[in-house]
């Protein structure tokens, strides 16, 4: 299998690299084909940042945040999420999270 052409090249370099170094089934390639997805989205929207800053004034001149700051996060986010749920960690402890603190309050 190959990674998708809508990828940019160096995610496309790093799709082929975990196809290569995993076993993965159908829906994992899913996941993963979405978290480059997620990876693009997030550099598309760095970029727009670099260009044009990361607020704009409003048309009351009052500054807000771009809506590719936004993009940014949950973008990060959503490949972050992508990445947790494929497991592809050689070594690892073996919960990925650690356990829910309980509250004694009632």
């Known amino acids: 299998m190959k990674p998708p052409d809508h990828l940019r090249p160096a995610t496309r370099r790093w799709f082929a690299a975990v196809l290569r170094d995993f076993a993965l089934e159908d829906h994992h390639v ?15 929207a760095r970029e727009a940042i670099a260009a044009y800053g ?25 490949f972050a999420r992508l990445l947790r749920e494929l497991d592809l960690d050689i070594a690892g402890p073996e919960t990925v999270r650690p356990p829910a603190l309980r509250s004694n309050r009632r």
């Open 54 to 78: 990361l607020t704009f004034n409003d048309r009351f001149g009052t500054p807000r945040a771009r809506p590719e700051v936004a993009i940014e996060r949950d973008s990060r986010t959503g």
């Open 30 to 44: 899913r996941l993963l084909t979405r978290a480059a997805e997620a990876w693009d989205r997030g550099d598309e």
